[in-house]
């Protein structure tokens, strides 16, 4: 039998996190703000790459830890990030300003996602990262979606809520909500999806690009 827990534990400590969003992480700790891991993020940063993403939106922008991994595959690239916390925020635009990220390319909006999300443009983004509780998440995954175009990414971190989600016997509500989320992609004839071990499970899903006929 593979050592599972050996493994997951070489590759969450293979990448090295770059000084900048290491001090992005340290401020992130002193607000007691959980941040995706070293690996998840630069999981995320090979995802933009390979989707050579110029849009992207995150719902949870913490203190700009994960926003600093995505902004991190292209100087080109923009980011639009969601949050409803206004200290969180306020910390994360001194990290994107000690990265030297341009205000032109990161958007930082307070305010609840679902309400941003449903006045942006549909189907307009190539990458769209969603880090927020699962009740919260649930409630956002169809706005979520239709930003995604197609050949874009909808990304979710904590796919397996504290390894909670694989335990069929867990039936709280938050266990519950999240697998919801990912039932939506499992049973999705839109999108090609996965989930990898990164941190505490990262669910990837592609949508399908248009068949023109």
Known sequence: MIDKISSWKYAENFNREPDH????????E?????????????????IAAMLEAKNIVEAGTG????????????????LTT??????YQNQARTNFQLANIPASRARVITGRAA????????????????????????????????LVRPSGAIVISHALWRDRVPNPALRDDETSAMRSVVRVFEESEEFISSISMLGDGLLVAV?????IS
């Open 115 to 146: 309400a941003v999300m449903a006045n942006m443009t549909e189907a307009a983004y190539d990458l769209v990262f969603l880090d927020i509780e699962p009740f919260d998440l649930e409630q956002l995954l169809p706005q979520a979606i239709g």
């Open 21 to 28: 969003i290491t001090v992005a992480r340290n401020s992130a």
């Open 207 to 211: 949508r399908k690009p248009e068949v």
């Open 82 to 87: 969601i949050d409803d916390e206004p200290e």
């Open 63 to 78: 203190a700009g830890v994960s926003a600093l991994w995505l902004l991190s595959a292209s100087e080109t690239s923009t």
């Open 30 to 46: 002193q607000l007691g703000v959980e941040s995706v891991t070293p690996a998840t993020g630069a999981g995320l940063a090979s």
